[in-house]
Structure formats: structure tokens, C-alpha cells
């Protein structure tokens, strides 16, 4: 898409979540109020299939081959580009230490931790933090809308397809690495490298969950109020904790309640 396009566009989805969310108090999730729910599990069901017949043999082949100090670096690398998307959320919800931290990871890291394979500075004490425009706009206090499944890119909402959108523009490889197939491929490499490392999770989840929809809706909605809210511990940007033991529990107790 041309930049200037998907700047009115971004702009424009901006405007349009501002007026269906609104701005105020932020109540407790409800994960069970799903009114999009008949086309959510049209998607969901795209995105599964997609899934198992495609994404995850590749990824179990990737997992084969590929030992996991070379898929942790990998994850490294790929989070140490992020730095402008968390430095830029970290100023804007005047957070100055941690926009420091961040500067201070991203040279560490590029400089000492061969170009961010290796997470040297949290071996030094600076641990990375999780932070994207979608927290940024739920810590301004924008409503996140209901629950939607994004065909392709899995759990969302309004405020957080937006937060994606903007996100997108401040994404530091495709400025470097400007060729369509290679960016392509790059980002391929990353979501094959992330869904590998989720082999056991995933798999586990379908079985224990009686409704895997449910399941995946819940986690996402709880986990994203935790974010927005500070009580989730500092984690990486982009950690492989959809599926995690935590969330599951919480799904188990009914943990949407208020």
C-alpha cells in the first residue's frame, strides 16, 4: 500500500475507533460478551485450518532442524527491532525510565549482543517490557471495543487492530529491508520461528479446552486488561504467552468476572 494511503487509512481507523469506544473508565473484561461472535468463529475457524495444514508442519520441521539457542536468538533479534515501536509507546504514555531502559537494551543489545541475537542487557539487569500502540491507546484510556478475530493475524479488537496499524509504520526492517519478497520472507521466518516454540502449548491447549474458540478468546481479552492495567509482569514484546498455564487458569476459574 502506497504510505501515504495507509497513513489516511491509519488516520482515519483512529478517528473511527474514537467514536464506537469512546474514552472513560475501564471496566473488568467480560470475555463472554462476544456480539461479533458468528463471524469471529468464521475466522477463527480460516486462521485454525490455516494453521494446522500449513503454518504448524512448517514449524515442526523448523523445530526439527533449528536447535533452540538458534530459535531464541532468533526471537532476540526479532524483538531488538521493535525498538522503535517500544521507545515511541514509551513516550507517548510518559514513561521516561522506561523509555531509557529502552534505548539502553537497544545499543547493548545491537552493539555487544551481536545485532540483538544475544539479550545482553538483560543478562545486566534490564529486562525487556511488553508495550505496543494498542496498550498505549487502553492506557490513554480508550475502550477496546469487542473481542475480533483478525483473518490471518489471529486475536484483536478495535482499539488493538489500530494500535497494529500504527505499529506497522514505526516497524524498523522494512525501511531497511525495502524489497517485497524479502520482507515478506524475513517476517515468515519470524512467525515460523515464534509458532515453533509454541508446539507443546498450542497442542496442549486444544485438548484440555472443550471450546478452543473460547478458549483463545478468553486468554486474549484477560491478558490484554492485565497489560493495559500493570498486572502482568514485565515480559518480552512479543512473548509466547497466549497459551501459557496462567491464562489457562484464569479461563478455568472464570476470571472475567468483575
Given at each position: 500500500?502506497?504510505?501515504?494511503?495507509?497513513?489516511?487509512?491509519?488516520?482515519?481507523?483512529?478517528?473511527?475507533?474514537?467514536?464506537?469506544?469512546?474514552?472513560?473508565?475501564?471496566?473488568?473484561?467480560?470475555?463472554?460478551?462476544?456480539?461479533?461472535?458468528?463471524?469471529?468463529?468464521?475466522?477463527?475457524?480460516?486462521?485454525?485450518?490455516?494453521?494446522?495444514?500449513?503454518?504448524?508442519p512448517?514449524?515442526?520441521?523448523?523445530?526439527?532442524?533449528?536447535?533452540?539457542?538458534?530459535?531464541?536468538g532468533?526471537?532476540?533479534?526479532?524483538?531488538?527491532?521493535?525498538?522503535?515501536?517500544?521507545?515511541?509507546?514509551?513516550?507517548?504514555?510518559?514513561?521516561?525510565?522506561?523509555?531509557?531502559?529502552?534505548?539502553?537494551r537497544?545499543?547493548?543489545?545491537?552493539?555487544?549482543?551481536?545485532?540483538?541475537?544475544?539479550?545482553?542487557?538483560?543478562?545486566?539487569?534490564?529486562?525487556?517490557?511488553?508495550?505496543?500502540?494498542?496498550?498505549?491507546?487502553?492506557?490513554?484510556?480508550?475502550e477496546?471495543?469487542?473481542?475480533?478475530?483478525?483473518?490471518?493475524?489471529?486475536?484483536?479488537?478495535?482499539?488493538?487492530?489500530?494500535?497494529?496499524?500504527?505499529?506497522?509504520?514505526?516497524?524498523l526492517?522494512?525501511?531497511?529491508?525495502?524489497?517485497?519478497?524479502?520482507?515478506?520472507?524475513?517476517?515468515?521466518?519470524?512467525?515460523?520461528?515464534?509458532?515453533?516454540?509454541?508446539?507443546?502449548?498450542?497442542?496442549?491447549?486444544?485438548?484440555?479446552?472443550?471450546?478452543?474458540?473460547?478458549?483463545?478468546?478468553?486468554?486474549?481479552?484477560?491478558?490484554?486488561?492485565?497489560?493495559?492495567?500493570?498486572?502482568?509482569?514485565?515480559?518480552?514484546?512479543?512473548?509466547?504467552?497466549?497459551?501459557?498455564?496462567?491464562?489457562?487458569?484464569?479461563?478455568?476459574?472464570?476470571?472475567?468476572?468483575?
Amino acid at each position: 500500500m502506497n504510505p501515504v494511503l495507509f497513513r489516511v487509512v491509519t488516520l482515519l481507523l483512529v478517528a473511527t475507533l474514537l467514536m464506537l469506544t469512546g474514552c472513560g473508565a475501564q471496566k473488568r473484561p467480560h470475555p463472554d460478551e462476544d456480539p461479533w461472535e458468528s463471524l469471529n468463529r468464521k475466522t477463527f475457524w480460516l486462521n485454525d485450518s490455516l494453521d494446522q495444514y500449513a503454518l504448524e508442519p512448517v514449524a515442526r520441521g523448523w523445530n526439527y532442524v533449528m536447535p533452540d539457542v538458534a530459535q531464541r536468538g532468533l526471537v532476540n533479534f526479532f524483538d531488538n527491532l521493535r525498538f522503535p515501536i517500544v521507545l515511541v509507546n514509551d513516550v507517548l504514555q510518559g514513561r521516561p525510565r522506561l523509555a531509557v531502559e529502552t534505548i539502553a537494551r537497544f545499543d547493548c543489545n545491537t552493539l555487544l549482543g551481536g545485532l540483538g541475537f544475544y539479550d545482553l542487557a538483560s543478562q545486566l539487569g534490564v529486562p525487556p517490557h511488553t508495550q505496543d500502540a494498542g496498550l498505549t491507546l487502553g492506557r490513554w484510556g480508550i475502550e477496546p471495543g469487542p473481542y475480533l478475530m483478525l483473518p490471518f493475524f489471529g486475536p484483536s479488537n478495535p482499539r488493538d487492530t489500530v494500535g497494529f496499524a500504527v505499529d506497522g509504520l514505526l516497524a524498523l526492517y522494512p525501511f531497511f529491508v525495502n524489497i517485497p519478497g524479502i520482507t515478506v520472507g524475513i517476517a515468515a521466518v519470524d512467525v515460523v520461528n515464534r509458532r515453533s516454540r509454541v508446539l507443546t502449548q498450542v497442542e496442549d491447549a486444544k485438548q484440555a479446552s472443550l471450546d478452543y474458540y473460547t478458549f483463545i478468546r478468553n486468554a486474549y481479552v484477560q491478558r490484554r486488561w492485565k497489560e493495559v492495567h500493570g498486572e502482568t509482569p514485565a515480559g518480552g514484546a512479543q512473548e509466547e504467552e497466549l497459551y501459557n498455564e496462567e491464562n489457562f487458569e484464569d479461563y478455568q476459574a472464570g476470571d472475567d468476572k468483575p
